[in-house]
């Protein structure tokens, strides 16, 4: 294996952050990152055992005090000074998310860009912290509510957006007045120790983000979650791994936010804008090389259109360039590990063996890397594995319906809701969609729906609880209501 080290790479710290200092991890075990488009090692990182994140909860838990008593105005501009921060240094936190996520590089200042909007929204919400005053209804006595800081945060995140999933949560956590240990995911630990510098630099008090790198998520979080001083899990990623976080979670009541997977449809009626439908399609597939919650999981097109529109998206996903995502012009990197495309390639295996034709891609390309074509698949079955679990991947399965409640049916037939997509032109059938469909998020004639000024978040088996928009800081706050006598 070769060892590539660009100076983007070796500017960031690789140690664990705890207490504002920089530690090598217990007995200086280390963990390498690796570029998923030359699969060689970028940089190692320190490798967390239980014992140095139990030091970092004890970090968390000891600046939690006076944190919490930090004006509210000083929290904003730390959050404010990070947003301006990541904005002028966003295209070498580009490259570097795209060396150790493989995304394009377009895409990764994108993700800086995504980051920083929670760092600016979260600077705006963490002076609008409100309370409540008012008169009891029997008229003898008065109800103060005051919101506080729910307290030391323990936070995990996916490798698939490894800054902006972190943002969405850190935001959050510093404007409500929580102290926190991170965990990111270990393919993707750089961008997360990128941003914490900077927040570091833009002076967030020693203590109240402590970050952990590790190899191993379970034995590190698990004592973490048992320790009566943790009092919130923010968690995104799968739904297999948020299950067992939330038994974990329940010994001591811990307050939780998951934000786990999805299975989005994509709904094309007979009456849509074909351009539009086509445009947003390729967002809601391609974004991300297509490893994200809100990825289109299944296109159900109106049987009227669907080979005019099939057509049109076969036609622009053979156009789009694969390659390293730091070369000029590459729109779809790699994906990110061989565990990955292994399971894109046996959900389009299974699709084809239940009928499924491939109009374009359907098999990896050759190595280094991860690289897997954009593919359409037509005539998907509805019991394809790639219909009930997400697929990660640069593939688009269509399936043909006839009738409203048919599409809508099929669309809810999943334990996921996490968001959905609908292209019409009909006002009166967006509304009645939008209140048929089992989704947290919907887009009408959107292919992109996530923002942090909205609420994000999926109902069933996507999730509980919602980052961004004005809900979000609720997640970190807590209440407190006093009844005061008169006499
Ligand atoms: P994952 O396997 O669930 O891992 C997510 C994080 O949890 C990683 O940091 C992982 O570390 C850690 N983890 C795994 N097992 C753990 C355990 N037993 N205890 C504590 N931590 C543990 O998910 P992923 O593959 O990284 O990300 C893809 C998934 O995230 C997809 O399902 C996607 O839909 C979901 N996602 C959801 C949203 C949303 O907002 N709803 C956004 C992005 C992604 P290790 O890798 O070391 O195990």
Redesign the pocket.
């Known amino acids: 294996m070769t060892t590539t080290n660009p100076d983007i790479v070796s500017a960031v710290p690789t140690r664990l952050l705890i207490g504002g200092q920089w530690r090598d991890a217990t007995e200086t075990a280390t963990m390498p990152v690796e570029d998923p488009s030359t699969g060689s090692t970028l940089c190692d990182v320190a490798d967390a055992s239980p014992a140095d994140a139990m030091t970092a909860l004890d970090a968390a838990v000891a600046a939690q005090e006076s944190w919490a008593a930090h004006p509210p105005r000083q929290r904003s501009e730390i959050l404010y000074r990070g947003y301006r921060a990541l904005l002028d240094r966003q295209d070498e936190l580009a490259r570097l998310m795209t060396l150790e996520m493989g995304k394009p590089l377009a895409e990764s200042k994108g993700e800086v860009a995504y980051a920083a909007e929670f760092l600016r929204w979260f600077s705006e919400e963490a002076v609008r912290i409100d309370g409540g005053y008012a008169t009891a209804p029997d008229g003898k006595s008065r109800f103060l509510v005051m919101r506080r800081p729910v307290g030391p945060c323990l936070l ?6 490894p800054m902006a ?1 972190g943002a969405r949560k850190i935001g959050p956590a510093i404007a409500a007045g929580c102290t926190m240990v991170i ?4 393919q993707t630990p750089l961008s997360m120790l990128a941003l914490a510098e900077i927040l570091q630099e833009a002076g967030l008090p020693d203590g109240v983000l402590n970050v952990v790198t590790t ?1 191993r ?2 034995e590190v ?2 004592p973490l979650l048992r320790d009566p001083r943790t009092r919130k899990l923010s ?7 948020g299950r ?2 939330l038994e974990q979670s329940a010994q001591n009541v811990i307050r939780t936010s998951m ?4 299975n989005a449809p994509f709904i094309v009626f007979d009456d849509a804008d074909l351009d539009r439908a086509v445009e947003g399609a390729m967002q809601a597939k391609m974004r991300n090389i297509g490893e ?2 809100t990825a289109a999981n299944r296109l159900y097109v109106h049987a009227s259109v669907a080979s005019e529109f099939t057509a049109r998206l076969t036609a622009r996903m053979s156009e789009l360039r694969v390659g390293r995502g730091v070369d000029d012009g590459v729109q779809v990197g790699p994906l990110i590990d061989e565990a990955g495309r292994s399971k894109v390639q046996r959900l389009v295996d299974d699709a084809v063996a239940r009928g499924a034709k491939v109009e374009v891609g359907g098999a990896p390309l050759p190595g280094p890397g991860y690289f897997y074509p954009p593919t359409v698949l037509t005539g998907v079955a509805t019991d394809a594995e790639m219909h009930h679990n ?1 697929i ?1 991947g640069p593939v688009a399965p269509v399936t043909t319906f006839e009738t409203e409640d048919e599409v809508v049916t099929a669309a809810n037939a999943t334990p996921f809701g ?1 968001v959905s997509y609908v292209y019409t032109r009909d006002l009166d059938r967006a509304l009645r969609l939008s209140e048929a469909l089992e989704t947290g998020m919907l887009g009408i004639n959107q292919g992109i729906v996530s923002t942090p000024a909205a609420p ?1 978040g ?1 109902v069933k088996q ?2 509980l609880g919602r980052e961004g928009g004005r809900v979000g800081i609720e997640e970190f706050l807590e209440i407190t209501y006093v009844n005061i006598g008169l006499g």
């Open positions: 995990i995140t996916p490798w698939n957006f999933m965990k990111p995911a270990p190899s998520a379970g979080v698990e968690f995104t990623g799968s739904t297999a791994v067992i976080l934000e786990l997977g999805g994200a919650c997400e990660f996490l994000f999926g996507s999730g």
